[in-house]
């Protein structure tokens, strides 16, 4: 079974940066997209970022300008770059990698999450 193992969340004060950081535990073969989605308590996990093997991303729009995603799909290891960090980023953030199966469906990998806790 594939782990994503998460790492580089804690506690910042607001305007700080964080890098958060996602591997797998074995390689993940006919990737179709990497990224990083988050989840307040009670609420729905929700998109923060995503980026395609041929370089494309998408960003939710309370993250644009500040957050940015990288990955290395021959590593299985994606990245998120966050600066300027407010309160309203708190959230716990989940790694997420898309591929598609032998059988032509998607499937989806997560990891356990990381916490990230901003302070004003």
């Known amino acids: 079974q594939v782990q994503l193992v998460e790492s580089g969340g804690g506690l910042v004060e607001a305007g700080g940066s964080l890098r958060l950081s996602c591997v797998a535990s074995?390689?993940?073969?006919?990737?179709?997209?990497m990224g990083w989605y988050r989840q307040a308590p009670g609420n729905q996990r929700e998109l923060v970022a995503t980026?395609?093997?041929?370089?494309?991303?998408n960003y939710a729009d309370s993250v644009k300008g500040r957050f940015t995603v990288s990955a290395d799909a021959a590593k299985n290891t994606v990245y998120l770059k966050m600066n300027s960090l407010k309160p309203e980023d708190t959230r716990r953030y989940y790694c997420?990698?898309?591929?598609?199966?032998?059988?032509?469906?998607?499937?989806?990998?997560w990891g356990q999450g990381t916490q990230v806790t901003v302070s004003s």
């Open positions: 997420n990698i898309k591929n598609r199966t032998p059988l032509g469906n998607d499937y989806d990998y």
């Open positions: 074995r390689t993940i073969f006919r990737i179709k997209s």
């Open positions: 980026i395609t093997t041929d370089g494309s991303t």
